[in-house]
């Protein structure tokens, strides 16, 4: 009896010694299942189990706990708990960190030091709410992989667990046919889509990276049954509203379907111009398309009018891009001769880095009625102030040949350098061009990317403190790298020239390594 009660003893011994070194990760899940919709919002959860009759505790360091997600999943908009299945509550001492790794992210569940662990508990580890990118342009992503790992303290061979493989389906090629919306979270640096609760597309936002941070987001597209009108211009029945947490500067694609360019067609009259009236990237009416933003408050609400930095027909449905200043409302009308749209048509306005300036040259191609363009520049891209003035080379105002002009910001500010053009009337109207972000580097490391989008290349200006060995990785949307560089930054300002002409048209993402180390990530467009 006495030697039984020994193996007995040994056993549980060498049972609890074994597993004291193994957190044990399984019935790993991804919902709402596979394939997954991409717009639609998904939830993976995995149990880790310490399977030992000693508890666990270590004083010295803790035990980590992950689920890594392909980049194809948004992580940024999940939300993270870990529960004690035996008793449903959430576990205490327990924090959550989203960590942005090569080739995806990962939510991870740290215990605090000191936490103790029951024998034989059980935990789960769930992150809901998570969001998969749009794949509408990219192909199907038919291989994708979330991984539930586990790393006990002080364990050498650490990150033992399992995984589970989703596809994504194809999403519906059409837009909201109702009124609708959609909450997201939208993080520095990110492109979201946002759709219907039936996958249909509403709005496309693009947080710009470095800047102000959007937040929590909601997407309203609104659709009367005919064309507005307001001060007796017709608007498209399609109008959109975009409500942001913190207001600030963004890019901003917003659609159409034919017919609703046809509706608004059938309505306007003379002065006003017509819309696109064939599903065509060579209709001659599209550099009619013009956008007006109001504030929430609506129509008549700090108005101004955007024009597009790029219209596209894909064989569906009209894709309008505009930057915007801020937020929120959103219509769609063609240009014309009164006070709402701009009475400058641009043809061309940049902002690039000299040696210590920063130089702005706009050209026009039509000029009607304008006194003078104040060059404004602000530090967060919602307060702007004015440089200067500078007057219309147009005779009395007015002109339909091309006219240059330029202004030289000789005192850049270090950090964000937000610049627009404030056009003036002759009545003292005023509109306003999208926003061009410069960035001057301090200590630390500083980058601007630019232009964006852009066709051929991109400029990346990186301010570094000291030596370092940089890689910059580009990646399409199914995160795949499709161009590297290295390069070896000295102290202050470096300047690197990326070559796109040989990629194709889309939104890449751009990261950034230090010395083997993420500092940057953003995405750039290729037109």
Not at 155 to 169: L, P, R, T, Y
Not at 172 to 178: E, K, M
Not at 433 to 443: H, L, Q, V, Y
Request: aromatic share 10%; charged share 15%; hydrophobic share 40%.
């Amino acid at each position: 009896m006495k030697n039984k009660f020994l193996i007995i003893v040994c056993s549980l011994f060498m049972m609890s010694t074994i597993a004291k070194a193994d957190w044990v990760a399984g019935n790993t899940t991804v919902r709402p299942g596979s394939p997954i919709t991409a717009c639609v919002e998904m939830e993976a959860e995995g149990t880790f189990s310490w399977f030992s009759v000693l508890p666990y505790a270590n004083d010295i360091s803790v035990a980590t706990f992950k689920i890594l997600l392909p980049n194809v999943v948004l992580a940024s908009t999940g939300t993270p708990t870990m529960v004690d299945l035996a008793t449903n509550t959430p576990y205490p001492n327990v924090t959550f960190n989203l960590s942005t790794t090569p080739g995806g992210s990962a939510w991870e569940a740290t215990f605090g030091t000191g936490t103790i662990v029951a024998p034989f508990t059980v935990l789960v580890f769930k992150v809901s709410n998570l969001k998969v990118m749009d794949t509408t342009k990219n192909g199907l992503l038919m291989s994708n992989t979330i991984e539930f790992l586990s790393s006990p303290a002080n364990d050498a061979a650490g990150n033992n667990g399992s995984s589970v493989n989703f596809s994504i389906a194809a999403n519906p090629t059409g837009l909201a046919p109702i009124t609708s919306n959609d909450s997201l979270i939208q993080a520095d640096g990110t492109t979201i889509s946002y759709y219907d609760s039936g996958c249909f597309l509403i709005a496309t936002v693009n947080d710009n990276a470095g800047g102000n941070t959007l937040g929590a987001t909601v997407s309203t597209v609104n659709l009367g049954a005919t064309a507005g009108v307001h001060n007796g211009q017709p608007f498209v029945r399609r109008w959109y509203q975009i409500t942001p947490t913190n207001n600030g500067p963004a890019t901003v694609t917003i659609y159409a379907n034919q017919s609703d360019f046809d509706n608004y067609n059938s309505v306007v009259a003379a002065p006003y111009d017509s819309l696109p009236s064939t599903g065509s990237n060579t209709d001659p009416k599209i550099a009619n398309i013009h956008v007006t933003k109001n504030d929430d408050g609506g129509l008549s609400v700090n108005p101004i009018v955007l024009i597009p930095t790029s219209v596209n027909w894909n064989g569906t449905y009209w894709e309008i891009t505009v930057a915007t200043p801020a937020f929120s409302q959103f219509r769609i009308h063609s240009a014309n001769p009164a006070n709402t749209p701009l009475s400058v048509q641009y043809k061309e306005f940049t902002v690039a880095k000299q040696a210590t300036a920063d130089l702005v040259e706009w050209t026009t191609f039509n000029e009607k009625n304008n006194s003078r363009f104040n060059v404004q520049r602000s530090a967060d891209g919602i307060t702007f102030e004015t440089l200067g003035p500078v007057n219309s080379k147009a005779v009395n105002g007015l002109s339909v040949s091309e006219l240059n002009y330029n202004f030289l910001d000789e005192n850049p500010q270090i950090g964000h350098n937000y610049y627009r053009l404030e056009q003036v009337d002759m009545d003292n109207s005023k509109n306003y061009t999208k926003t061009i972000d410069i960035i001057w580097g301090a200590e630390g490391s500083v980058v601007s990317i630019y232009p964006n989008p852009t066709k051929d290349f991109v400029n990346i200006d990186l301010s570094t403190d000291k030596v370092s060995q940089v890689e910059i990785k580009l990646l399409d949307m199914s995160g795949r790298v499709v161009k590297s560089v290295l390069a070896r930054t000295a102290k202050g300002m470096n300047y690197i020239k990326l070559e796109l002409a040989e990629l194709a048209t889309g939104v890449y993402g751009v990261q950034i390594y230090e010395n083997n180390k993420l500092s940057h990530a953003s995405t750039v467009r290729k037109n």
